[in-house]
């Protein structure tokens, strides 16, 4: 069984969850999940990991995404979103592209951000979403997060309603729906986000994606020519080493520290290290995601 990432292009209308049900059919195993969920409405870039890159997710939605969105302002819904219903309607038509402009600048960079009712954050232990649909008031605390960067592109206008088509670059956790919701309540006539397309999850982007039907048919096609079960996927699948490579500070070690590190054991450091690091066999081979801490790694999970 191959062991990696797929890059997913997840489509409109399937949660992330269907999306992990789907590839576990694809690639022959139940040892499958993803990192960074998608709302229904959204598409884009899901990262999907298949038997030991599973244990790499976690660390994964620990970075920096890309999206592009169109936030519709005018309209407030209950969700932040247009599956919503609508809760107010207040014109935009009056509101000046430069105060727009304004608007999103004072949600760039570090900010504290509420979010969304409608959402899985836990509150005593219980999804926010799953108390909001009972009719409960849901009171959510703000949360830190850093938007990088927030590109204003086209404006659109039509009656009391303005399209306002953005990019943003923003730390994991950050909500898209509630910046939406944000920026409308800035300006005094509300928001909600319309479209959602998530374009790059750390170094894996759309040009690294692949669509289900693609996927199925691939997989179809190996087993056509005789791939056994778990292996249909094969050719498609990031392989581990190279899906840690490309998002993780690659550190090569000696024949006896990798002996070490296979056995649970801590190595030493860099000097310069910082935040997790792959650690590989002079063989090429993935051993572990590391962490320093004094003047030696702390294992964080080991592959072999």
Request: glycine share 10%; with cysteine; charged share 25%.
């Amino acid at each position: 069984m191959t062991s990696g990432l797929v890059i997913v292009d997840k489509p409109a209308g399937w949660t992330s969850h269907d999306v992990v049900a789907r590839m576990r059919g694809l690639a022959g195993t139940r040892k499958v999940g993803h990192a960074g969920t998608l709302d229904p409405m959204a598409t884009g870039v899901l990262v999907i990991g298949v038997e030991k890159a599973t244990r790499l997710l976690g660390h994964l939605a620990l970075t920096e995404k890309v999206y592009e969105a169109t936030i519709r302002l005018g309209q407030s819904t209950n969700t932040d979103d247009a599956e919503g219903e609508i809760t107010a309607t207040t014109s935009a038509g009056d509101v000046a592209d430069d105060a727009i402009r304004d608007g999103i600048k004072a949600l760039t960079g570090p900010i504290q951000q509420v979010p969304p009712q409608v959402s899985a954050i836990k509150v005593d232990g219980k999804r926010a979403y799953k108390l909001a649909r009972a009719g409960e008031d849901v009171e959510l605390k703000a949360r830190p997060v850093t938007v990088h960067a927030f590109e204003t592109g086209e404006i659109r206008r039509s009656g009391d309603l303005v399209d306002v088509d953005a990019v943003i670059t923003c730390s994991s956790g950050t909500y898209i729906r509630a910046l939406a919701r944000d920026l409308g309540a800035a300006l005094g006539v509300g928001g909600h986000l319309t479209a959602l397309r998530r374009t790059r999850v750390g170094p894996y982007d759309l040009t690294m994606a692949h669509g289900l039907d693609a996927l199925a048919e691939a997989a179809d096609k190996a087993k056509e020519a005789g791939a056994p079960r778990g292996e249909q996927l094969a050719a498609e699948i990031l392989p581990i080493g190279d899906a840690v490579a490309a998002a993780f500070p690659r550190v090569d070690l000696t024949d006896d520290q990798a002996r070490t590190v296979s056995h649970g054991g801590r190595v030493p450091a860099a000097d310069e290290a910082a935040g997790p690091v792959a650690l590989f066999a002079p063989d090429g081979t993935f051993l572990a995601l590391a962490e320093k801490h004094g003047q030696t790694y702390k294992l964080l999970a080991v592959f072999v």
